[in-house]
Nanobody, 120 residues
Framework: QVQLVESGGGLVQPGGSLRLSCVASGSILVINAMGWYRQAPGKQRELVAVIISSSTTNYADSVKGRFTISRDDAKNTLYLQMNTLKPEDTAVYYC??????????????WGQGTQVTVSS
């Protein structure tokens, strides 16, 4: 069984910063692509950023230049550094990972989400 647990969300003023973390645990053989998604009230879940390797990343246009995605494979951990936050960044942020376990093929797993609120 695999679990993804996010942390680091909270309330921050516009222009502020937050760092989200997502730790994967369980019978993990290999973690392929990892990503952050977000869902604001009344809106569909959208991709924020994805990382396949340390040199292969992709960002939504709305966060380019402000957010940085990274991963520490030794710790099975995904990060999202969010700078210059705006009220429109307010959402529940979800971690996603394509993980192959010792007992099955590769599946897509989701964390439970962490709330980010940008407000003065």
């Amino acid at each position: 069984q695999v679990q993804l647990v996010e942390s680091g969300g909270g309330l921050v003023q516009p222009g502020g910063s937050l760092r989200l973390s997502c730790v994967a645990s369980g019978s993990i053989l290999v973690i392929n692509a990892m990503g952050w998604y977000r869902q604001a009230p009344g809106k569909q879940r959208e991709l924020v950023a994805v990382i396949i390797s340390s040199s292969t990343t992709n960002y939504a246009d709305s966060v380019k230049g402000r957010f940085t995605i990274s991963r520490d494979d030794a710790k099975n951990t995904l990060y999202l550094q969010m700078n210059t936050l705006k009220p429109e960044d307010t959402a529940v942020y979800y971690c996603n990972a394509d993980i192959q376990t010792y007992y099955s093929g590769s599946y897509s797993y989701w964390g439970q989400g962490t709330q980010v609120t940008v407000s003065s």
